[in-house]
């Protein structure tokens, strides 16, 4: 499974970009509260990967998480 996450550390209100397998979505701390977001914005080709999307997490860095970013990944697995 491809995996990997972009953290823009705030700067607007879809922190993180993941990517899970071809797919992309976007959502901040709080994915599933009535006030936060997560939402799908794409597929492999649509989304341009890359600096702008924030930094670049490391493999294995996903304990670092929030604990509903985490969850909300592992339900789209």
């Given amino acids: 499974m491809i995996l ?3 953290d823009n ?3 607007t209100m ?7 397998r071809n797919d992309y979505y976007g959502m901040n701390e709080y994915p ?3 006030q936060g977001f ?4 794409g ?3 649509e989304v341009k990967e890359g600096r702008h999307l924030g930094k670049l997490l490391p493999q294995g860095q996903f304990h670092t ?3 509903d970013v ?8």
């Fill in 4 to 6: 990997k996450v972009w």
């Fill in 9 to 11: 550390g705030g700067k």
């Fill in 14 to 20: 879809d922190r993180y970009t993941v990517r899970i």
């Fill in 32 to 34: 599933f509260h009535p």
């Fill in 38 to 41: 997560c939402q799908f914005v």
């Fill in 43 to 45: 597929s492999y080709g």
């Fill in 65 to 67: 998480l929030p604990a």
């Fill in 70 to 77: 985490r969850k909300a990944i592992v339900e789209r697995t």
